[in-house]
């Protein structure tokens, strides 16, 4: 791996990283390193957001890896989360209309997936809202004790900041090349991982649409973020920030997508750049 530099930039004042892949290792712990680096940047004034797929209800590990409560871009873009109050500051959600023409939608191109949906309440821990419901047929993509298995028809009977459908044998690749030219501009489509899983967002929401509403909020130009991720779901950020980093472990799209790659998360990757200005 040839590894690129850039040692002139000037300082950011907004850093947004993604979280899994990225900022913690394969461990899923933020290192010594990484939250030191942090730390430093945050002492400094510098506005820290992280910019995640993760719903609000896991953030708060990386809070304790972290050592503070940052504000945080979670859903893909869908929900901004002030993780310092326990407070969800702004959502954009898939109404119920549009869930069930998407659920049709994906049954008749990607026959035999199964459907979940992600919803959110006022707080991170709401325990009034089902935060994630799936029907029988959906098959996990990883761990996920949240998951309240309901007919398929009540995975669509209440508004969700993004739909997942699930193809255990396929590629997440795939499954959007496949579904994404009969979307027609009625969700934005992306993924996070290979392993058959593809999510739907609302029309226009991405990690980019969340971090410029974050941006505009606190008065920072995106020409002074600067940004870091690894799979398709950060490439829209990544083109919105000032500069945008990808990872050594990362996918070819995030690859493309950046000014810079570096180091794997499980090398401190992150923490590499941000010690450029802050050590």
Not at 57 to 63: F, L, N
Not at 148 to 167: N, S
Not at 191 to 213: D, H, M, Q, R, W
Request: hydrophobic residues 45%; negative net charge; proline residues 6%.
């Amino acid at each position: 791996m040839e590894w690129v530099t850039r040692l002139h930039l000037p300082k950011p004042k907004m850093v947004a990283t993604d979280v899994d892949g990225t900022l913690i290792d394969e461990d899923e712990q933020v290192t010594p390193r990484t939250r030191a680096a942090v730390a430093a940047l945050v002492a400094d004034g510098v506005q820290f957001v992280l910019a995640t797929g993760r719903p609000p209800r896991w953030i708060d590990p990386v809070v304790e890896g972290l050592g503070f409560a940052p504000l945080c871009v979670c859903g893909n873009g869908a929900v901004i989360y002030d993780s310092a109050s326990d407070r969800i500051l702004h959502n954009s959600s898939l109404d119920v209309a549009s869930l069930a023409a998407l659920a049709e939608l994906a049954e008749r191109v990607l026959p035999g997936c199964g459907l979940a949906a992600e919803r959110v309440g006022e707080s991170a821990h709401d325990a009034a809202t089902p935060q994630f419901v799936s029907s029988p047929e959906y098959e996990h993509a990883w761990l996920n004790p949240d998951d309240t298995q309901v007919a398929r028809a009540e995975v669509v009977a209440a508004p969700a900041i993004k739909m997942l459908i699930r193809l255990p044998g396929a590629t997440s690749a795939d499954m959007h090349a496949a579904l994404a030219p009969h979307l027609d501009d009625r969700a934005d489509v992306t993924y996070s991982t290979n392993n058959g899983l593809i999510e739907l967002s609302a029309p226009g929401v991405t990690k980019a649409s969340g971090l410029a509403f974050v941006a505009e909020r606190v008065g920072v130009e995106y020409s002074a973020i600067l940004a870091f991720g690894d799979m398709p779901n950060d490439v829209s950020m990544l083109r919105l920030a000032g500069y945008g980093v990808a990872m050594g472990n990362g996918h070819p799209d995030a690859r493309a997508a950046a000014d810079e790659v570096t180091e794997s998360n499980s090398a401190d990757g992150v923490a590499r750049i941000l010690e450029r200005w802050w050590s």
